[in-house]
């Protein structure tokens, strides 16, 4: 049954549901203080954020967390959306985004958590439409329509706000996921997505003054304008590719000069092994490799700039990374490996690439992770669920960074699946989280073994043409960065394929 269906076998159903919600609440005259709680059961909510004066991401952060300890739990995160401000437009612009959660407060005992957190905040009534440290309006509450002296849900003006419709589109999937989200796109004459289309929707993403954007190292990344590359830094003595070259801290920043010389955005540093069949290593000695080479980084004048990632699957490793200024966490268990992960990243607010793997790189091409009846649906349903996971553990998606992990856990044939499949990979998250599906996607098939298979090719080092070649396929494909060993050819490749885009207009 299609959306359209659905829509009209649930508006009897809601008409009923808000008829008789209206009719439980009439006994109540609605001033201006009251508190009712007109249910016991949980209903689930979606809350819009918005904010514009002071530190807005540390403000987001701050009205989640006393969300949470005021009996909201959090279970999905939109996007998160830099815009021009809208009805008064002499002020700065504003952060948007929204979250879905399930509350057992009542409507009007919801609204006054919200009020006593703007408040606490340094909220006050000012200009109408005016600056704000934070505002927190209640879009959907369960399938009930509510209208009072003091609150109305939906909320009045969402279906003409575009800042408000398109993190509220975020937290949907296209595939309806219960009859709560249904009742919501009821609530649209046409249906959320078809209102959301109607005002000019994704289209009007990256322009007229309004982003999508990932928070990162103190700024915000719109990662749509350009592919981002990626140079792997290797520090083991045993990577399949350049394992040894630079485990001595002065190799490894000769290394560093040479890749930011030629054109790299991240460099990815690295301290374990993950190549097929490897033994995994102590905290301690992963930390022995990584700190000293990650702090003479950090002291170099051309680092200004450039981001730096630590690739690891432990949580102690992740803290002390971002401790000593790393930016971002590149995990390529997903969480699988360390189950303190979620909530150790989710506390140091940064960027968090989550990548698909089965098993464990001692595990992962084992026959029974090798099973797929069709890898990209495999890989972005599961994909899919790592994040939500993450979410609900409090990393918000807005800081998530999806990487359908080549070569691990795949056959030659899955990666070439992949290469070509990334855009269906994002329209099977899709159907569970357009958002989730919006985030930044990561490919990473330098010099990878599938390569040297299809060219024959036994060196790793002699891949790099192939690399070149697959890199250029994931980028016209839809892939936002690229994870390479060869930073001078791979720049010039995706500078190449950027002026192609750009050209015909980016999806």
């Known amino acids: 049954?299609?959306?359209?269906?659905?829509?009209?076998?649930?508006?009897?159903?809601?008409?009923?549901?808000?008829?008789?919600?209206?009719?439980?609440?009439?006994?109540?005259?609605?001033s201006s203080d009251a508190s009712i709680q007109v249910l016991s059961q949980e209903q689930e909510v979606v809350i819009a954020l918005g904010s514009n004066v002071g530190d807005r991401l540390n403000n987001f952060n701050q009205a989640l967390s006393q969300m949470k300890k005021s009996g909201i739990q959090i279970t999905r995160h939109a996007c998160l959306y830099e815009t021009d401000p809208a009805y008064v437009t002499d002020q700065p612009r504003f952060l948007n985004s929204a979250i879905r959660g399930i509350t057992k407060l009542g409507p009007h005992e919801l609204l006054s958590v919200l009020k006593k957190i703007e408040k606490e905040m340094g909220r006050t009534k000012g200009i109408r439409y005016g600056p704000r440290p934070i505002?927190?309006?209640?879009?959907?509450?369960?399938?009930?329509?509510?209208?009072?002296?003091?609150?109305?849900?939906?909320?009045?003006?969402?279906?003409?706000?575009?800042?408000?419709?398109?993190?509220?589109v975020d937290l949907l999937g296209s595939d309806v996921d219960n009859d709560t989200v249904l009742c919501w796109h009821s609530f649209s004459k046409k249906g959320l997505f078809k209102s959301w289309e109607e005002l000019g929707g994704e289209s009007m993403i990256g322009k007229d003054g309004f982003t999508r954007v990932l928070?990162?190292?103190?700024?915000?990344?719109?990662?749509?304008?350009?592919?981002?590359?990626?140079?792997?830094?290797?520090?083991?003595?045993?990577?399949?590719?350049?394992?040894?070259?630079?485990?001595?801290?002065?190799?490894?920043?000769?290394?560093v000069r040479t890749m930011i010389s030629e054109g790299t955005d991240i460099i990815d540093l690295g301290a374990q092994s993950t190549r097929p069949m490897a033994t995994k290593i102590s905290v301690q000695e992963e930390l022995d490799r990584l700190i000293p080479v990650l702090e003479k980084i950090l002291e170099l004048p051309e680092i200004e700039g450039k981001l730096l990632s630590v690739d690891t699957f432990y949580s102690e490793v992740a803290a002390?990374?971002?401790?000593?200024?790393?930016?971002?966490?590149?995990?390529?268990?997903?969480?699988?490996?360390?189950?303190?992960?979620?909530?150790?990243?989710?506390?140091?607010?940064?960027?968090?690439?989550?990548?698909?793997?089965?098993?464990?790189?001692s595990t992962m091409q084992n026959s029974e992770n090798l099973k797929y009846d069709d890898v990209c649906k495999e890989?972005?349903?599961?994909?899919?669920?790592?994040?939500?996971s993450a979410e609900l553990c409090g990393v918000p998606a807005w800081r998530i960074i999806l990487d359908p992990g080549i070569g691990f856990s795949k056959k030659t044939e899955d990666n070439l699946e992949i290469l070509m499949g990334i855009k269906r990979i994002r329209g099977e998250i899709g159907r569970k989280s357009l958002g989730v599906s919006r985030a930044p996607l990561l490919i990473g098939p330098s010099r990878k073994r599938f390569l040297g298979e299809i060219c024959g090719r036994v060196s790793a080092v002699e891949r790099d043409p192939a690399t070149v070649s697959a890199v250029t396929c994931a980028v016209l494909g839809g892939a936002n960065v690229v994870r390479v060993h060869n930073v001078g050819d791979n720049a010039d490749a995706v500078r190449l394929c950027d002026s192609l885009l750009d050209r015909v207009g980016r999806s």
């Open 1 to 30: 049954m299609n959306i359209f269906k659905q829509l009209r076998s649930s508006r009897l159903a809601c008409t009923h549901v808000c008829t008789s919600y209206r009719a439980s609440l009439s006994f109540f005259h609605f």
């Open 135 to 168: 505002d927190l309006d209640i879009l959907f509450y369960g399938k009930y329509r509510i209208n009072s002296e003091t609150l109305s849900v939906p909320h009045e003006r969402i279906f003409e706000r575009p800042f408000v419709m398109a993190p509220l």
């Open 215 to 255: 928070p990162v190292n103190d700024r915000l990344w719109d990662w749509s304008k350009k592919t981002s590359v990626m140079g792997i830094l290797n520090l083991t003595p045993d990577s399949f590719s350049d394992g040894g070259k630079f485990d001595s801290v002065g190799s490894a920043i000769s290394r």
């Open 320 to 361: 002390e990374a971002v401790k000593k200024g790393a930016h971002i966490i590149n995990d390529v268990s997903g969480g699988k490996l360390d189950s303190h992960m979620f909530r150790v990243v989710a506390d140091l607010n940064v960027p968090y690439i989550t990548m698909h793997m089965r098993g464990d790189p």
């Open 379 to 388: 890989v972005g349903d599961e994909l899919h669920d790592c994040v939500r």
